[in-house]
Nanobody, 119 residues
Framework: QVQLVESGGGLVQAGGSLRLSCAAS????????VGWYRQAPGKQRELVAV???????NYADSVKGRFTISRDNAKNMVYLQMNSLKPEDTAVYYC?????????????WGQGTQVTVSS
């Protein structure tokens, strides 16, 4: 099992920046991908950014050029640097890791951290 804890959310004015952190603990092995998702009120959860292990980082079109995802394997941490924030970025942000268990892929989610961008 992998446990994920996000931090770094808060209230920021439009144009500002925030840095989200995701700390992982537990049985960390065979990680397929790490990423960030978000869910705004009344909307479905959507991909923000993902780093596949050994693959190419992928971003949602809406955040390209403004958000940067990074991973520190030594510390079991994933970060999301968010710049030039817009009110439409307001959402609960979730960290997501996927783990290869042979025939099964397990998906782990954090509890989420609220990001609110005021206009």
């Amino acid at each position: 099992q992998v446990q994920l804890v996000e931090s770094g959310g808060g209230l920021v004015q439009a144009g500002g920046s925030l840095r989200l952190s995701c700390a992982a603990s537990g049985s960390i092995f065979s990680i397929n991908a790490v990423g960030w998702y978000r869910q705004a009120p009344g909307k479905q959860r959507e991909l923000v950014a993902v780093i596949p292990t050994g693959g190419t980082t992928n971003y949602a079109d809406s955040v390209k050029g403004r958000f940067t995802i990074s991973r520190d394997n030594a510390k079991n941490m994933v970060y999301l640097q968010m710049n030039s924030l817009k009110p439409e970025d307001t959402a609960v942000y979730y960290c997501r890791w996927t783990q290869d268990w042979g025939a099964v892929t397990k998906i782990y989610w954090g509890q989420g951290t609220q990001v609110t961008v005021s206009s």
